[in-house]
């Protein structure tokens, strides 16, 4: 049965592509994505002409708020500003947007994702340089300040998502364990206090299907609210995506959460801070339990990529704790 989201984006489409100047008409579909969960659900088109030409559409079905799209869309915008001048670098630039269709119009990125070029080789060092290269241009032509990085934030963050598993607020799978592992955060935290880290743009959203690479350019697409926050969030988040899903857990050594090969290929391409930056060693275990706390908890309404990430959650999780 055909996807009705396709037809509202294809309408979509046609009142964007004749307000940005293009002919709508001209134009074919070459193919979709679309993502749909409890909170996200969207679809994207690409779109070419006759002579070539490609652009992007992308339709946010939910959430529904309005100001939220508006975000998104502004982050955009400031991103491929940002980086207008980087060779390699790049973000999409947005062609228009409706606030009323939650839809906008965009330059096609020519690439891969980092997810389907991991998922097509076991030789993954070139990837995760590239990602890194990519992420490091970003922070360093958006870098605010160095500040010292305080810890504590997040542990009080982690600590009431334990207490609320504890009195039956919140359910996670796996609850006992994910406590066991809150209340070694605090001691895990003391020895990165006091230590100077870099404050820059974020992407909020800085995972495997949202870098495209290609051999002389990379892209970054889907950027969340624009803020400013140590880089060790976007880096951890991408080396937290890659290592539950395709890092070889036994090559994990006792402490970590990644295997060494992978950290290091990751920071020959990221330079702005080095791999011992204390919010990236600090946040590599926030953001595993970060992950667990996200996982849907009913086994009877998840999918068969949520069951096997959860099972390598908690096994990198055991090499990280214990």
């Given at each position: 049965?055909?996807d009705?989201r396709i037809d509202?984006?294809l ?6 592509a004749?307000r940005s100047?293009y002919?709508d008409?001209?134009f074919?579909?070459v193919?979709?994505w ?6 996200r659900?969207?679809i ?5 002409d006759n002579?070539?030409m490609s ?7 939910r ?12 982050a955009q915008?400031?991103a491929?500003?940002s ?10 630039k ?6 009323q269709l939650?839809?906008y119009?965009t ?6 994702t980092?997810?389907d070029?991991?998922?097509g ?7 995760l340089k ?16 160095r500040?010292?990085?305080?810890p504590?934030?997040?542990v009080?963050h982690l600590?009431?998502?334990?207490e609320?598993?504890k009195?039956g ?8 364990l994910?406590?066991y592992y809150?209340?070694q955060?605090?001691?895990?935290a003391?020895s990165?206090?006091g230590r ?8 909020g959203?800085m995972?495997?299907?949202?870098i495209?690479l ?5 892209w970054?697409?889907d950027?969340?609210t ?8 976007d880096i951890?988040r991408f ?8 890092a070889d ?9 990644i295997?060494?090969?992978d950290?290091?290929?990751f920071f020959?391409g990221?330079?702005l ?6 919010s990236?060693q600090?946040l ?11 996982l849907?908890h009913?086994l009877l309404?998840t999918?068969?990529t949520n ?16």
């Open positions: 049965m055909r009705k509202t984006a309408e979509a489409w046609q009142v964007l004749r100047g002919d008409a001209s074919q579909r193919t979709h679309h993502k749909k969960d409890a909170r659900s969207h994207i088109l690409h779109m070419r002579e070539g652009l992007i559409l992308k339709q946010i079905q959430p529904t708020d309005i100001n939220s799209f508006q975000d998104v869309v502004r915008r400031i491929a500003f980086l207008r001048h980087q060779d390699y670098a790049r973000v999409p947005v062609l228009g947007h409706d606030s939650r839809a119009l330059e096609y990125a020519a690439g891969r980092a997810f070029l991991c998922s080789t076991r030789d993954r060092a070139q990837i590239s990602a890194g290269r990519w992420l490091s241009e970003y922070h360093s032509v958006n870098e605010q300040e500040r010292i990085y305080q504590k934030f997040m009080q600590q009431k998502l334990a609320q598993v009195n607020e919140r359910k996670i799978r796996g609850q006992k994910f406590r809150v209340d955060i605090a001691e895990t003391k990165h206090e100077e880290s870099v404050i820059s743009s974020k992407h959203d995972n495997l299907r949202n495209l290609s051999n002389d350019r990379a970054a697409v950027f969340n624009p803020s400013y926050a140590p880089v060790g969030f951890v080396l937290l995506n890659y290592s539950e899903i395709f857990i036994k090559g994990i050594k006792s402490g970590n959460v295997p060494k090969e950290f290091d290929a020959q990221y330079k801070v080095g791999p011992d930056d204390p990236v600090f590599l275990k926030v953001q595993l339990l970060t992950d667990w706390n996200r849907p009913d309404d999918s068969a069951l096997v990430r959860f099972r390598r959650i908690k096994q990198i999780s055991k090499i990280a704790f214990e």
